[in-house]
């Protein structure tokens, strides 16, 4: 199933028309953007490998929790809290495939306090004349992968991720219009609550 290789499948960059902006934003300015981001909500499209195209809506709160809710026809479910990311399939009897969050690239923008300026965190810092890109990863383990960022100005907001992981996978996820500052309960996030429900 597709988005059972959220985190490995290969995916088809997609340009996106977006506002233009003035300058290249600094990486302390984009830390403490993604810093003050305790809660978010959107929907988004996420790009396949094999071109076609996958919906739904993605709940951020941090430190260390997101929740993707894919549309039909797609049965599934992405989660990570308590240091993990689980995978659902809800058309499998099979337990959900789980991995190590720190061993995810999305660990970087979920860390309790990201600082995209420390030593070999940023490997990509550009400006295409529309956003500023941001490659980042893990220092100590850059074999996890990276996640490369797109964020828009005037205001500041988090447009795009491409996950690249340390199988040479790729995964895009492009965000629609962004919610911050929403109420979400833990329980929104909870992968063994969420196993009970669908046992």
């Keep these: 199933m597709r988005v059972l290789r959220f985190l490995t499948a290969p995916a088809i960059f ?49 430190p260390g929790r997101v929740r993707f809710e894919y549309d039909p026809p797609e049965k599934a ?9 689980a995978i659902f399939d809800g058309r499998s009897n099979q337990p959900p495939e789980t991995y190590p969050l720190k061993r995810t690239p999305l660990s970087v923008i979920l860390a309790r306090n990201v600082n995209l300026a420390k030593a070999n965190m940023v490997v990509g810092h550009d400006y295409d004349g529309t956003a500023t890109m941001v490659t980042a ?36 996820v492009i965000l629609g219009e962004m919610e911050t500052g929403v109420p979400l309960k833990n329980a929104l996030f909870n992968i063994e609550l969420y196993l009970q429900r669908t046992q």
């Design 14 to 62: 997609v340009a996106m028309s977006m506002p233009a902006m003035a300058d290249k934003l600094s990486l302390n300015a984009l830390s403490a953007y993604l810093n003050d981001m305790k809660t978010a909500k959107s929907a988004f499209t996420q790009i396949n490998d094999d071109g076609s195209v996958s919906t739904g809506r993605v709940y951020i709160k941090r």
């Design 77 to 85: 479910m992405v989660l990570a809290s308590a240091n993990t990311v």
């Design 137 to 172: 990863q893990d220092p100590e383990h850059p074999e996890y992968g990276n996640i490369q960022l797109m964020f828009t100005a005037e205001p500041t907001e988090l447009r795009q991720w491409i996950i690249n992981d340390g199988s040479g996978g790729q995964t895009t």
